[in-house]
């Protein structure tokens, strides 16, 4: 049998109130919060903002990897693109050391903060990728990479404590393409087919200032037409919703129409039309690098701010899905065994059958041996 008791709580000027008013004053101090004026407003058409705080507070991860020949300017681009220096003491190996080199992954990992914002930039570069005379497994490095940040997350995501994972997965891949040749080459094309199942690959025609404008436009037809000849997928921006502004649409179809992207990089401060710029200085004029009307490069760097977030979506909901459900598939979340290693174990296992059947002869000849005794002794003994 429940109670029921009576609250009776005195306003300012001593008259009682009833109970839930009397409630709402004592949870709730007089002036801090006011009734919304609109009928029928809850309150959590305010919930984007308690996501933007969140997100914000908590900062943004994003992988940034490079892939392409040795110079090519991918360094320079990366630099240009988030106005730093990534690689402040690079050794840049001669042409003899070239030939010898094999392809490595150096990731390098920066704090940007801009107006509040912070954003975890890790850009992992391939130095050696192209580079020597026989390239045919020189990409087998990078898959390896990619797969092992994937199984890395994969497992943090599988475990106790899943509160501060770290994400390493590679969301973006800009692959260099080289503006003397007449497309793409062999080892682009087969590069691109063996990773567009796991990033998002985007094509960048490097050193732009090479080409003249009507070079430029041949070159990137050309590499479009070859791309959808081989069946390569490259990443494809998400069409503007209808309710977006038709500015944002503009962009978009701009953006669209500009792929593959041709841009020059510098970090270099030149003074052109009376005011400093970033870029290139010729004897017939300047590059800038920020000139929409000389290069991609605001293009490029737009594409990739604007669409971070589906870059990470399409990362997290196909890529990493697929390598999911393809590693679940073959037993767990474990990586597999090496093949070199289930041998090893199929020779131990094999030695060990072994050992216990000769321990089961010996047992078996004690035992004869013991129940032969025995029939002596009880002869004897008659």
Known sequence: MSKTSKISVCDHSGHSLPAAAAAQCMLVPQGQ????????????????????????????????????????GKSTLINS?????????????????????????????????ERGVKLRLTVVDTPGYGDAINSQDCFSTIISYIDDQFERYLHDESG????????????????????????????????????????????????????????????????LDEIDEHGIKIYHLPDAESD????FKEQTRILKASIPFAVVGSNQQIEAKG??????????????????????????????????????????????????????????SRKGPEPEETDKDMILQEKEAELRRMQEMIAKMQAQMQKHGDGEGDGQHV
Not at 39 to 47: E, H, M, T
Not at 244 to 247: C, I, L, T, W
């Open 160 to 223: 106790l404590n899943r509160r501060h994972i770290v994400d390493n997965r590679v969301h973006c891949c800009f692959y260099f393409i080289s503006p003397l040749g007449h497309g793409l080459k062999p080892l682009d094309v087969q590069f691109m087919k063996a990773i567009h199942n796991k990033v998002n690959v985007v094509p960048v025609i490097a050193k732009a200032d090479t080409l003249t404008l009507r070079e430029r436009e041949r070159l990137k037809r050309r590499i």
């Open 244 to 247: 977006e502004d038709e500015d």
């Open 275 to 332: 005011k400093k710029v970033r870029g290139r200085l010729y004897p017939w004029g300047v590059v800038e690098v920020e000139n929409p009307e000389h290069n991609d490069f605001l293009k490029l760097r737009t594409m990739l701010i604007t669409h971070m977030q589906d870059l990470q979506e399409v990362t997290q909901d196909l890529h990493y899905e697929n390598f999911r459900s393809e590693r679940l598939k073959r037993g767990g």
């Open 33 to 72: 919060f006011t009734n919304p004026e609109t009928p029928g407003y809850v309150g959590f058409a305010n919930l984007p903002n308690q996501v933007h705080r969140k997100s914000v507070k908590k900062g943004f991860e994003f992988t940034l990897m490079v892939v392409g020949e040795s110079g090519l």
């Open 81 to 113: 693109l988030f106005l730093t220096d990534l690689y402040p003491e690079r050794i840049i190996p001669g042409a003899a050391e070239k030939i010898e080199r094999t392809v490595q992954i150096e990731a390098s990992t920066v704090e940007i903060e």
